[in-house]
Nanobody
Framework: QVQLVESGGGLVQAGGSLRLSCAAS????????VGWYRRAPGNQRELVAE???????NLAESVKGRFTIFRDSAKDTFYLQMNNLKPEDTAVYYC?????????????WGQGTVVTVAS
């Protein structure tokens, strides 16, 4: 089974930037999509950014213009570039990859990486 490992979280001042990385232990090239989710304290997990197999990109309204997602298929790694960070971006960020097999959604998650944005 493919495993995902995130890196790149940390503490940053408001207005700063971070790049999160998600490295897969196996091929994710044929996945339906890869993406990033986050869960802030007291909130539900929400989709932040997703890129599909056909390179369509979906971004949450709250991060449009500030975040972007991209991948390096040769390295089975994808990234979340976060610019102009705000305190409300503080959360645990999780990467995700999913496939549809026999009409069932199969997915894998990373362990999470903490992003803290200080005001």
């Amino acid at each position: 089974q493919v495993q995902l490992v995130e890196s790149g979280g940390g503490l940053v001042q408001a207005g700063g930037s971070l790049r999160l990385s998600c490295a897969a232990s196996g091929s994710i090239f044929h996945s339906d999509a890869v993406g990033w989710y986050r869960r802030a304290p007291g909130n539900q997990r929400e989709l932040v950014a997703e890129i599909t197999r056909s390179d369509d990109m979906n971004l949450a309204e709250s991060v449009k213009g500030r975040f972007t997602i991209f991948r390096d298929s040769a390295k089975d790694t994808f990234y979340l570039q976060m610019n102009n960070l705000k305190p409300e971006d503080t959360a645990v960020y999780y990467c995700n990859a999913h496939w549809t097999i026999n009409d069932r959604r199969l997915e894998v998650w990373g362990q999470g990486t903490v992003v803290t944005v200080a005001s």
